[in-house]
């Protein structure tokens, strides 16, 4: 079988990357294993426009952020779904530094991060003595309903090859790959953490990153928000208008990719001292971020083997990164555009030459 490109892995890197290609009339074949524990099964979907303690604005946000919004809304479109839905962040402050960190970046101005004014709004709902605040716009894209639907596509199409791809198997020429019965003329790596063992990349600064979060029924809480205190509480769109997903953990240092009791018990305490109404816990997901030293994305073609490229190092932020950078990358094959320097695996031309 002949064919343009082969894409390995349908998380939401590999799904952009096929359906700018499916655009542009282009052949190509997905290999993706289905694995139930990936990080874009198990996400929660959050674009969020700032982050961590100090609200700091997140790279490349103005272009990243309007530009996701309409991806999403695009590919939605096409597939009849909802895929994305806007949404604010009530932060509950969970302490004074919080407050005042938060309070600071409202004087400067910031577009994202806004005072609430209806500071008893919630209390009905939520335990939360220091004051809340609204991040907007927050958008959550709905990977629960959007990478079945793609599969679906990609299977109704005959793109798509549901098995492990071994990589001991594939034959590199200069101008083309081989795959057991496979000939094409490139082949793109999106399989998330497999690409760390992946012997013709296996030399990037890749840092895996552990992520918990629960999955709870709570049928009184109003879903146009996601609300957070410490962890976010953020409604998930795909399994019905009760259930919330709470998360997530961010461990450098860990044994496995298992759930923890440690993280499922801290979690549950935190949710019975800030919520005010009952929840049930339904789900408890565990995965690897694909996260690099620098947290920034690894895009384009390997410096000495032109026909295999990479789409992978999406972080925390897969969701506005991977839609962004896929489309960046079809651009880069088909029109010869530039990457940007600061995600391009170019970057990393000597480590990559030297293997
Ligand atoms: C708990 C948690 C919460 C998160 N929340 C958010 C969030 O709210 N917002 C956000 O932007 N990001 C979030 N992230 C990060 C986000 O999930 C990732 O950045 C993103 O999903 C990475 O997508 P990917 O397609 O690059 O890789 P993956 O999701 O890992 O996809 C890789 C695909 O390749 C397949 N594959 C791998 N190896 C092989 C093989 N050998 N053969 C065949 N197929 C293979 C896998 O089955 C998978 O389908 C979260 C991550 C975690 C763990």
Same mark, same amino acid.
């Given at each position: ?5 082969? $894409? ?10 096929? #359906? ?43 272009? /990243? ?40 970046? $409202? ?37 629960? +309903? ?20 071994? $990589? ?5 020429? +200069? ?7 496979? +000939? ?35 049928? @009184? ?12 509480? +953020? ?7 009760? #259930? ?6 961010? $461990? ?28 049930? /816990? ?59 320097? @600061? ?13």
């Amino acid at each position: 079988m002949q064919t343009d490109y082969l $894409i390995i892995g349908q998380g939401i890197s590999g799904t952009f990357l096929s #359906y700018y290609l499916k655009k542009e009339g282009k052949s190509f074949l997905v290999i993706d294993n289905n694995y139930s524990n990936s990080p874009s099964k198990i996400a929660a979907g959050i674009i969020n426009p700032v982050t961590g303690r100090r609200l700091v604005t997140v790279w490349m946000v103005d272009e /990243i952020l309007p530009f996701a919004w309409k991806a999403y809304q695009e590919i939605g479109h096409n597939l009849d779904i909802t895929a994305i839905s806007q949404k604010t962040i009530i932060d509950f402050f969970p302490n004074p530094f919080m407050r005042e960190s938060f309070l600071q970046k $409202i004087e400067t101005g910031d577009k994202y991060v806004h005072s609430f004014p209806e500071q008893n709004h919630f209390n009905n709902l939520f335990n939360y003595d220091l004051g809340c605040g609204e991040i907007r716009p927050v958008y959550t894209a709905h990977l629960e +309903t959007l990478l079945p639907a793609w599969r679906q596509q990609l299977q109704k199409d005959n793109n798509l090859l549901e098995e492990n791809f071994e $990589i001991e198997q594939l034959k590199v020429e +200069t101008t083309k790959i081989k795959y057991k019965n496979i +000939t094409a003329n490139k082949i793109i790596f999106c399989d998330g953490t497999s690409s760390f063992e992946n012997p013709f990349f296996k030399q990037l600064p890749f840092a895996p990153n552990k992520g918990e979060a629960l999955v709870v029924e709570i049928p @009184d809480l109003p879903s146009q928000h996601i609300y957070k205190k410490n962890m976010l509480l +953020t409604p998930l769109q795909g399994m019905g208008a009760s #259930y919330f997903w709470i998360g997530a953990s961010y $461990i450098w240092d860990f044994d496995n990719a298992d759930p923890t009791a440690a993280f499922r018990e801290s979690t549950e305490q935190s949710l019975r001292q800030w919520l005010k109404i009952p929840f049930k /816990i339904v789900e408890h997901r565990s995965g690897l971020r694909p996260a690099t030293l620098e947290r920034r994305p690894f895009v384009g073609f390997h410096p000495v083997h032109s026909s295999i490229g990479i789409l992978n190092g999406m972080g925390t932020k897969g969701c506005s990164l991977a839609p962004f950078f896929a489309k960046q990358l079809t651009d880069h094959l088909l029109y010869e555009e530039p990457i940007a320097k @600061d995600a391009d695996v170019k970057r990393f031309s000597k480590i990559l030459t030297r293997s």
